[in-house]
């Protein structure tokens, strides 16, 4: 992979999936690895759309820029002007891209690489944006939403290596995960579970009660439990707060999201929600355990070290909302999904 600023070299430029999430990133990386190795001496620049998604590629040997796109830019009026919108594209389109992988299906984002007149055009065609690309295809809906992404490059007529994810962690991220872990009293010599009970929608979730149940179990059985999360998650246990109990370890909010990656790699097995640290576990080869529902089939965590179970309700894709509403009950995808269930299986991972 050539990380310089060569202009003898093949330059592309890749739009994320479009998703703010941490899992809409990681989702991304097998096709970045496999376009770095079908084309080593390229740069390849990526779009994300959220400052996570900086993050979580800052460590990435395969990518040369990472831009943050800010989508005012390319809506009709907004706040920005003409002059400021113009401006905007240009460094994108001085660097003259020979080819741009439209990993969203939104026609915004297809606009988006028009405009940066990249020669080649690859996405999906999805929203009559076809005109707006050179090179499109039928979205394979019934894959695994990280093997449709590696699928472009097979429209472009690139051969797929492998379909993993993967996350990159430095030697200050490991050391600071393993600082933290040390303050609070975790040693080398313990076995650590770490649990994420947390989604960005919390009634696509297990349920904060049965984690905690998990949680008391394994820490009476002598283990190191860690719970993990965004400082912004810890609103959501204000009336249910984390078990008080000296072998708990409540991390939530007190680790970057490289660090928590860290942490899960430390960890002896994984236990979460299908969310953004499920994938993550899954990019930095931990074992884990994701529990999910009917969207998982296609978007769960793509690596040999993860467990997944889904129960069958017979959904077609998920109306949360039609479904349990804002009553506080559990759809019936995990309410199906009972706590011996999970304590056996995490502890068959650990055999």
Known sequence: MNSGNSASATAYLVIGFGGKGVGD???????????????PDSVIDFVVFSPVGVELLRQNPYVRNTYLLDMDYLRMGGRYSWREKLGYLRPFRRVRYDGCYVL??????????????ARERIGYANYH????????????????????????????????????????????E???????????????????????????????????????????????QGYKVLILGASHDREKIESNPVPNAPEIVDLIGRLTILETAAAIRYSAVFLGNDSGLGHIAGAVGAKALVLGYEVTRVWYPIAPTVTTIIKDTGCNGCNVQKCVGNSGAAPVCFSSIKA???????TEILA
Do not use: Y
Request: charge should be neutral; glycine fraction near 8%.
């Open 340 to 346: 011996d269930e999970v304590v056996r299986t995490l």
């Open 104 to 117: 969203s299906t939104k026609l915004r984002h297809a606009l988006f690489a028009f405009l940066t007149g």
């Open 174 to 220: 490991i050391a600071g995960a393993h600082r933290i872990l040390q303050e609070h009293g975790v040693s080398a010599d313990d076995v650590v579970v770490a649990l994420a009970p947390f989604a960005a929608d919390m009634r696509r979730t297990w349920g904060i009660d049965n984690f905690w149940e998990v949680a008391r179990h394994f820490a009476g």
């Open 25 to 39: 990133v990681v989702a991304c990386t097998a096709f970045i690895r496999n376009l770095a190795r079908n084309e």
């Open 129 to 172: 944006r076809g005109f707006l690309l050179t090179k499109t295809g039928r979205e394979p809906l019934e894959k695994n939403v990280a093997e449709r992404f590696l699928d472009l490059l097979g429209l472009d007529g690139k051969p797929i290596f492998d379909n993993h994810g993967e996350v990159f962690l430095s030697d200050r």
